[in-house]
């Protein structure tokens, strides 16, 4: 299970990256070089290859170098995993809403 956690951490700290994100995006449409991956954004390479390397890093993306050229894909498991996680605390949070609702109405009721 703590396993689990650092690496749900790892995606939500990836995912809170506005670059990153874009990144993502991109990448639903299919793999992409290096190149084509940086080329919307205004930084130097080292800098947005730091940003894949996070992305790999988590599980989100995974790359495959072919000569000169390294490739990145999606890798959606993690971002199953983070849904998986969002749905359940949605679901915590509708029975709690729910629950409280209940109990202000009850209580609305007797002071009237």
């Given at each position: 299970?703590?396993?689990?956690?650092?690496?749900?951490?790892?995606?939500?700290?990836?995912?809170?990256?506005?670059?990153?994100?874009?990144?993502?995006?991109?990448?639903?449409?299919?793999?992409?070089?290096?190149?084509?991956?940086?080329?919307?954004f205004a930084m130097a390479l080292?800098?947005?290859?730091?940003?894949?390397?996070?992305?790999?890093?988590?599980?989100?993306?995974h790359s495959e170098k072919t000569?000169?050229?390294?490739?990145?894909?999606?890798?959606?498991?993690?971002?199953?995993?983070?849904?998986?996680?969002?749905?359940?605390?949605?679901?915590?949070?509708?029975?709690?809403?729910?629950?409280?609702?209940?109990?202000?109405?009850k209580m609305k009721g007797k002071?009237?």
């Amino acid at each position: 299970m703590p396993n689990q956690l650092i690496q749900l951490d790892r995606v939500f700290n990836a995912l809170a990256d506005p670059t990153r994100r874009a990144v993502l995006e991109r990448l639903s449409d299919g793999p992409a070089p290096v190149s084509e991956l940086a080329q919307p954004f205004a930084m130097a390479l080292p800098s947005f290859t730091q940003h894949l390397n996070v992305l790999e890093g988590c599980g989100l993306v995974h790359s495959e170098k072919t000569g000169r050229v390294r490739t990145y894909q999606l890798a959606p498991k993690p971002l199953q995993a983070a849904e998986t996680w969002m749905v359940t605390q949605r679901e915590i949070w509708e029975t709690r809403c729910d629950q409280l609702d209940g109990y202000l109405k009850k209580m609305k009721g007797k002071k009237s």
